[in-house]
């Protein structure tokens, strides 16, 4: 497997932004499906140990997406995206709200902005994500949860899905 896939997390404080710069070894069409079909999508969405797991999707403007982070004594923490733009395989634009099985949203947490392009580089596909937050304050606490570690881990669970696939 290429270890050597650029993955650059950066923080930009001032416009409460993380931005996410991460290279797979794939076709666009395969890393857009990773990121647009559910039943890949829970095959990596979430860091060992936790499985996602997927209620309702529909990857349309105006969709929503239900979902579980599931973890191994079978606790689950839920989320919603809603997604507000689409531009097939260039670019999607979704809210990411921490919510219940029902997808009311929790009050503790104001929701995630995420904007994901995609492109080709050679034989390498490019996802940059530039994930928005309306306060500095609520960027941290979402970082301090570890969500760079797990993102990061996410990621490498989808290299070993496309090296699987050649």
Not at 27 to 45: F, G, H, K, R, Y
Not at 103 to 114: D, I, T
Request: glycine share 4%.
């Amino acid at each position: 497997m290429k270890s050597n896939l650029l993955m650059n997390f950066t923080v930009d404080k001032e416009n409460k932004t993380v931005n996410i710069k991460r290279e797979f070894d794939a076709s666009l069409s395969n890393v857009w499906s990773a990121w647009t079909e559910p039943e890949i999508l829970d095959q990596w969405w979430a860091p060992a140990p936790y499985k996602s797991k997927t209620t309702n999707m529909e990857f349309k403007e105006g969709g929503k997406r239900l979902y579980a982070m599931v973890g191994p004594e079978g606790e689950e923490r839920w989320s919603c995206f809603e997604y507000t733009s689409i531009s097939p395989k260039t670019n999607f634009k979704h809210s990411s709200t921490f919510c219940d099985a029902e997808g009311k949203p929790n009050s503790a947490f104001a929701s995630s902005y995420w904007d994901l392009t995609f492109s080709e580089q050679g034989d390498l596909t490019v996802v940059d994500i530039a994930i928005t937050r309306d306060s500095f304050e609520e960027m941290e606490k979402l970082i301090e949860m570890g969500f760079k570690d797990g993102i990061t881990a996410t990621m490498q669970i989808l290299d070993k899905i496309f090296e699987a696939r050649k």
